[in-house]
T-cell receptor, first 114, second 111 residues
Framework: DSGVTQTPKHLITATGQRVTLRCSPR?????VYWYQQSLDQGLQFLIQ???????AKGNILERFSAQQFPDLHSELNLSSLELGDSALYFC?????????????FGPGTRLTVT | DAKTTQPNSMESNEEEPVHLPCNHS???????IHWYRQLPSQGPEYVIH???SNVNNRMASLAIAEDRKSSTLILHRATLRDAAVYYC????????????FGTGTSLTVIP
């Protein structure tokens, strides 16, 4: 158990819909990262937040957005969903932003778009 | 994002040592070398990291070449639970420390 929790575990929705994925970081961790893992693209970094502020952006689509709240939990919002958005979405947390910092990954949310 | 190159797959017999190689010829002076593994149906799990010197922990050892252009993850005695995809990742503190995962090495452990 990494200490990172993600809800829901599974989500099935239709194309065009909007969903929200939730992540609670390990106690005390200020950084939250979101990743997408699909069969054809592997693990892709989406976005990072540190103590409520966006720190870095990766391959995140404009239809996707995220935020980190004062209690440090984070939400990833996916809108206008397409079949290709079906994937595993992982959240990770770390204590800070140093290159030494380990990232602790949650169990993931499996999104299926039909 | 700095790139790493790993073999797609490797096999090892149970209870034998495993050496997983990684090439990172474009590594910069500030990049940390991290190794993570992903067991089936789970999120990635931290294994070990280093900057210049070899590192040991309870899970594995990390051997870093003197020029830092390559590294090797060493599992001292492979068990069936070590069957996973192993990712070698470079983290640059100057660009936010996000991970860029490559394709990794899929390790099969043969009983």
């Amino acid at each position: 158990d990494s200490g990172v929790t993600q809800t829901p575990k599974h989500l099935i929705t239709a194309t065009g819909q909007r969903v929200t994925l939730r992540c609670s970081p390990r106690s005390g961790d200020l950084s939250v990262y979101w990743y997408q893992q699909s069969l054809d693209q592997g693990l892709q970094f989406l976005i990072q937040y540190y103590n409520g502020e966006e720190r870095a952006k990766g391959n995140i689509l404009e239809r996707f957005s995220a935020q980190q709240f004062p209690d440090l939990h984070s939400e990833l919002n996916l809108s206008s969903l397409e079949l290709g958005d079906s994937a595993l979405y992982f959240c990770a947390s770390s204590g800070g932003t140093s290159g030494r910092d380990e990232q602790y990954f949650g169990p993931g949310t499996r999104l299926t778009v039909t | 994002d700095a790139k790493t190159t790993q073999p797609n797959s490797m096999e090892s017999n149970e209870e034998e040592p495993v050496h997983l190689p990684c090439n990172h010829s474009t590594i910069s002076g500030t990049d940390y070398i991290h190794w993570y593994r992903q067991l089936p149906s789970q999120g990635p799990e931290y294994v070990i990291h280093g900057l210049t010197s070899n590192v040991n922990n309870r899970m594995a050892s990390l051997a870093i070449a003197e020029d830092r252009k390559s590294s090797t993850l060493i599992l001292h005695r492979a068990t069936l639970r070590d069957a996973a995809v192993y990712y070698c990742i470079l983290r640059d503190p100057n660009t936010g420390n996000q991970f860029y995962f490559g394709t990794g090495t899929s390790l099969t452990v043969i009983p």
